[in-house]
């Protein structure tokens, strides 16, 4: 090999070393510089300390990266929440940021009462979260979720005035079909078939009247139910606690734990719906303690299921639950005793 030729395979060797030098040294500025921007990507919050049940939160977020605003960035806000026996965030909305880094986000509050709800809001990236920053706010009991309604109050006008008039009006209907009848009586000429028309007439007045007073006696679902009820009671959709695993009504006792609570039970068991919260009645009766002392009438009226309540039979609640739901229920009432 000649002098020429080993200086040309030195100069491509160099030239291959350097490319492969600069190569290396532009990837390491790259991974760098991306990781200086993850690391000074910040997200400042600005949201209300308390929030109300029912009502519409609104948060505002603005990203920034070393002091400049992050456009087109998205930026989701979730909450703590414990699911299936499992705790995490939960997202709530999301959202982009204009060209001021800045995004509005919004969502319905939902969470039970607490003095400290955990919120977070999250700058998402390729590989994930990018960064995140935590914070709390307060939980105000509200009303129920679904307010209806109620027409005008008349006072001291109900459902008796009601019948009254019913009363009056039936009574002239009737009257005015009677005189009906006996008119046609009198009359001369009448045909046979002719003279039997009042007779239906008047039969069907008192079939009409007659169901009429039935109906409003028996009081079927109308609109008095848009009236304002003080015996409700916002009822919580979900008991917060302990971790149970779930265990659907009629499936084996012996898969239950055997731990859950009288309160836990109450609730699972559908009972909160009707009775209230504290036993104090709504659509189901009031559970007060002459009720709850008499523990056989009270475990027949569970297994039985009178009027328009479900039965409960022993591979829904076992006789230890009923207790335990009793003992609970006692608790409950002498604690909101005044």
């Known amino acids: 090999m000649n002098r020429q030729q080993k200086s040309i395979q030195q100069r491509t060797a160099h030239g291959l070393v350097g490319s492969l030098i600069l190569l290396l040294t532009l990837i390491a500025a790259l991974l760098g510089l991306a990781g200086r921007v993850d690391a000074a990507a910040e997200i400042e919050v600005d949201a209300p300390s308390e929030s109300t049940v029912g009502e519409v939160v609104q948060i505002s977020a603005t ?17 703590q929440a414990e699911i299936g026996g499992k705790s995490g965030f939960v997202e709530l909305d999301s959202g982009t940021t204009d060209e001021a880094g800045v995004v509005q986000l919004e969502f319905v509050q939902y969470a039970a009462p607490s003095d400290a709800e955990a919120l977070q809001v999250e700058l998402q990236g390729p590989k994930g979260v990018d960064a995140a920053t935590k914070f709390e706010m307060k939980v105000i009991d509200g009303p ?50 002719n003279r039997l028309i009042p007779y239906f007439m008047v039969g069907f007045v008192l079939f009409t009247g007659l169901g009429m007073f039935y109906v409003v006696l028996t009081q079927p679902t109308m609109h008095a139910n848009l009236a304002p009820n003080e015996a409700f009671d916002r009822v919580p959709t979900a008991y917060v606690g302990e971790i149970y695993p779930y265990q659907g009504l009629g499936g084996d006792p012996a898969d239950r734990p ?11 068991a559908g009972c909160v719906s009707c009775h209230g919260i504290n036993a104090n ?24 299921g009178p009027d328009d309540m479900p039965a409960f ?15 609970f229920l006692h608790e409950t009432r002498t604690s909101d005793a005044p």
Not at 63 to 79: I, N
Not at 258 to 268: F, K, M, R
Request: aromatic share 6%; hydrophobic share 45%.
């Open 144 to 193: 129920q979720q679904v307010t209806a309604s109620s027409g005008a109050d008349v006072g001291i006008i109900n459902k008796y005035w009601l019948i009254a008039v019913l009363c009056l009006v039936w009574f002239f209907v009737i009257a005015a079909t009677v005189q009906l009848l006996v008119i046609s009586r009198a009359s001369d000429g009448s045909t046979h078939s």
């Open 281 to 304: 009645g709504s659509m189901g009766g009031e559970l007060d303690n002459d009720v709850l002392d008499d523990t056989e009438e009270f475990t027949e009226a569970v297994r039985e």
């Open 313 to 327: 039979a022993d591979n829904l609640l076992t006789q230890a639950e009923i207790d335990r739901i009793i003992e």
């Open 258 to 268: 055997d731990d859950l609570t009288g309160e836990v039970l109450y609730v699972q």
């Open 63 to 79: 990203v920034t990266d070393g002091g400049t605003p992050v456009a087109d960035a998205v930026v989701t806000v979730s909450r």
